[in-house]
């Protein structure tokens, strides 16, 4: 993808904030019709892009926009092709004085614009509309949210931006198993590291944020936490080591990390191929809502209620054309299509009540 092509941009202003969508992405990724990718969320500015350089094998550092202020994708080549990694450069909370059509020269085809807060009079800033989300749009699809503490000012603004999370509802109904695991990149010049104490004492600052805010001390912040994300981990980078050195290190971790989420994925059954993780990202923003923060259904946003019709003619003459002879009309086709039709009169959601 060209480094002038953006997946997401955000413009803000005093009275309004709109996030658009580009339509170019899904050709760009180069991506096997039957792989089911993941998003990889990176956090950060210059120390996340130059690594991001690394681990999408760029010829050089500078083919990936340093400071950007916005989202752009990238596929790891070295992953596995049958579920690959997608990595999402994302700064649409950082300040950005660029307008959108400038990263896009005004030839991209635009997707759609969603006025995010048409419906609310309070006037938000950029980060916090950036953080909203990131929580609530692409955390549910994503394996990983990778902070590059050192780009953003530290584990306390890390720390900051994980209670701005967790003050909202949860965002959507994906198992506690398959949530996405938070990556904390800090930098150390120790010669070992003690990764557990800086996670406490990530979650220690993200809970005095938290309380501060919801102004509610019976609440449990544990209990708050893991209905967003499975758990928070921290991995130090030696400042003294090369550059490849630390990407292979980290490289190592988000696998590990990815390798825990794909089974738990496959085991809950919400594995999805590229074109449904961009779609379902579309509704997930759509449905953004501060004054209706009510979970994100996969089933319901999957299909319609009732019958949908605009693709029945086409379906049923490529099926069809595909049937050895007529006499598979009756055994076959009748009762599939038959089953189909009641089965899409009922609710989208009226299935689970039945388990």
């Known amino acids: 993808m060209s480094p002038s092509t953006p997946w997401l941009t955000l413009a803000v202003s005093r009275t309004s904030a709109a996030i658009s969508e580009y339509n170019d992405v899904l050709e760009t990724l180069n991506l096997a019709p039957t792989a089911f990718p993941m998003f990889t969320l990176m956090i950060g500015k210059k120390t996340k892009s130059d690594t991001l350089g690394w681990l999408t094998e760029k010829p050089t550092r500078n083919s990936l926009p340093r400071l950007h202020g916005q989202a752009y994708v990238h596929t790891d080549r070295s992953a596995r092709t049958d579920a690959p ?33 048409a419906r609310n009079d309070e006037c938000w800033s950029r980060r916090r509309v ?51 695991r938070v990556l904390v990149v800090v930098e150390t010049v120790a010669r070992t590291f003690d990764p557990h104490t800086t996670e406490a004492r990530v979650l220690e600052l993200t809970e005095d944020i938290w309380r501060k805010d919801i102004n509610n001390a019976q609440e449990s912040f544990t209990t708050r936490l893991r209905s967003h994300y499975y758990d928070v981990r921290v991995i130090g980078l030696n400042k003294r080591s090369k550059p490849r050195q630390r990407c292979v290190q980290l490289r190592k971790r988000l696998l590990c990390v990815k390798r825990e989420v794909h089974l738990a994925r496959v085991a809950a059954g ?58 598979w ?27």
């Open 85 to 117: 990694t997608i990595y999402v450069d994302y700064e649409l909370q950082s300040w950005d004085q660029i307008q959108p059509d400038e990263y896009t020269g005004g030839q991209v085809p635009l997707r759609h614009t969603i006025d995010l807060l």
């Open 130 to 180: 950036g953080n909203m989300i990131c929580g609530r749009g692409i955390a549910p699809l994503c394996d990983t949210i990778c902070y590059f503490a050192m780009d953003l000012g530290g584990i306390k603004a890390v720390a900051a931006s994980l209670a701005e999370h967790i003050i909202q509802e949860p965002s959507s109904e994906v198992p506690h198993s398959a949530m996405p």
């Open 270 to 327: 919400i594995r999805f191929k590229k074109e449904h993780m961009f779609a379902f990202a579309s509704k997930l923003i759509r449905s953004i809502n501060p004054d209706s923060p009510s979970p994100f259904s996969f089933i319901t946003a999957s299909r319609p209620a009732g019958l949908h019709l605009e693709d029945l003619t086409k379906h049923i003459r490529e099926v069809t054309s595909l049937i050895p002879s007529e006499i």
């Open 329 to 355: 009309l009756c055994h076959l086709v009748v009762p599939l299509l038959s089953s189909s039709i009641v089965l899409a009169t009922y609710p989208p959601d009226s299935h689970r009540k039945f388990r």
